[in-house]
């Protein structure tokens, strides 16, 4: 018996597991494969949307809470795992001036450092590899990013170091609800009973509940590329007509992304990685002298407008889920499972829960 059962042990699983265990929670954390596999592995941890202008307040709200959380999360993590998630300030370059009035707006609301760039030679200070043929754009320098293979390593060192429980291998198969009120979770050999169940598992998270009042996520699938390359010689994360690139520490550099709705299938493509290069190419052209070293795919939690779930089931007592965070789990991922413990411990909840609700547009 626990007092609490995740079902998924992504970042969304780990970190909402991770809050309640210091609050004092006993939680199990319940995961179909290894812990992290998913697209927690997969993703490139930009600290941000990629344009947070046209995202909802509901999204931005998150998004600028977890950023004050993440400094010191990969510290403790650090301290408990001994793992680095190589949490950096590498800052965000967008190559248009297109929506420069709604990202001023954005940058004015949420107290965000915001520069705007028209002229080549200060770009090119910004980020010497950035193309000669891109002259202008917006730049953002305090957005930083995690190596997400890292963050995830290092919850699983930090889950062993403190104690907290999980089991890995273990597909859940199905809810134990007797007369409205959740009682645990079925695996194929064992029943787990809890007094509480949070759903967190990522693009699955529909699978759960039967009927009108699911969760509607779907998986959308992204492939990324990754160049070996030199440390040092790319510094910025750059995004330019929705590609970016991620260069990391020690000199591999990320390009991504595709967006597939292609159900639950990872494979990857030789056109993803021909559009990606391409892509990838004109904004950085020293990145056709690199290989690509590797290539991915990962399913994200897809919701129609990137609203997350983060809610107690309005019909099964004691059923609650924090899953859906699409494009943006990491970033938004901090402050989620702020919200979700505080709902989950009966405290007053520190923001506006209702965009989160079952019921709400996600
Ligand atoms: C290519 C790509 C790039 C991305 N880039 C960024 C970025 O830069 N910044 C950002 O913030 N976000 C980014 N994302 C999105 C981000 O990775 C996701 O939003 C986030 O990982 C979702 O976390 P999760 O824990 O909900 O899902 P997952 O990591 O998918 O975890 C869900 C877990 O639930 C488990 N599970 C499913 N069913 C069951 C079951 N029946 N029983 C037990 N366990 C089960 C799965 O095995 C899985 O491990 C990116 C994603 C991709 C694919």
């Known amino acids: 018996m626990s007092e609490v059962i995740v079902i998924g042990g992504g970042i969304i699983g780990m970190l909402t597991a991770r809050e309640l265990h210091n609050a004092g929670v006993d939680v199990l954390v319940i995961e179909r494969g290894p812990l992290g596999g998913e697209s927690s592995w997969a993703g490139g941890g930009i600290i941000s949307p990629l344009y947070p202008w046209r995202y909802s307040r509901s999204v931005n709200q998150l998004a600028e809470i977890s950023k004050t959380i993440y400094p010191g999360l990969a510290q403790q993590l650090q301290d408990e795992s001994g793992v680095d998630c190589e949490l950096i300030t590498s800052g965000l370059l967008f190559t248009s ?28 200070e910004i980020e010497p590899q950035v193309s000669t043929a891109i002259e202008t754009g917006l730049w953002l320098p305090d957005i930083m990013q995690i190596r997400n293979p890292k963050l995830v390593k290092a919850m699983k060192g930090s889950f062993d170091a403190v104690g907290i429980k999980y089991l890995e291998h273990t597909p859940v198969d199905g809810l134990v609800i007797e007369a409205g009120v959740i009682k645990g979770v079925n695996t ?7 007094d509480k169940v949070i759903i967190a598992s990522g693009a699955w998270s529909s699978g759960f509940i039967k ?19 030199e440390p040092g010689l790319i510094r910025r994360m750059v995004l330019s007509s929705g590609h970016y690139i991620i260069p990391r520490k020690d000199g ?34 020293a990145l056709g002298d690199m290989e690509i070293e590797r290539q991915w795919a990962g399913l994200r939690p897809g919701t129609e407008q990137g609203i997350p779930y983060i809610c107690m089931h309005p019909e099964i007592d004691g059923l609650y889920i924090n899953a859906g965070h699409y494009r943006n789990g990491v970033v938004l991922g901090a402050a989620s499972v702020r919200l979700m413990a ?7 909840p520190s923001i506006d829960p209702s965009p989160y609700a079952l019921d709400a547009e996600h």
């Open 252 to 285: 591999r550099v990320l390009a991504g992304s595709t967006l597939e709705r292609t159900g639950f299938d990872k494979t990857v493509t030789d056109v993803a990685t021909v559009e990606l290069r391409r892509a990838a190419l004109e904004i950085i052209p």
């Open 188 to 194: 194929a050999s064992d029943t787990f009973t809890a």
């Open 211 to 229: 009927g009108e009042r699911n969760v509607a996520v779907e998986p959308v699938k992204g492939q990324m590329i990754m160049f070996r390359g």
């Open 97 to 124: 001036l297109e929506e420069q009035q709604q990202a001023e707006n954005w940058a004015r609301e949420w107290s965000v450092e915001l520069q705007t760039v028209t002229d080549a030679q200060h770009i090119h």
């Open 342 to 348: 505080e709902m989950v411990l009966g405290q007053k």
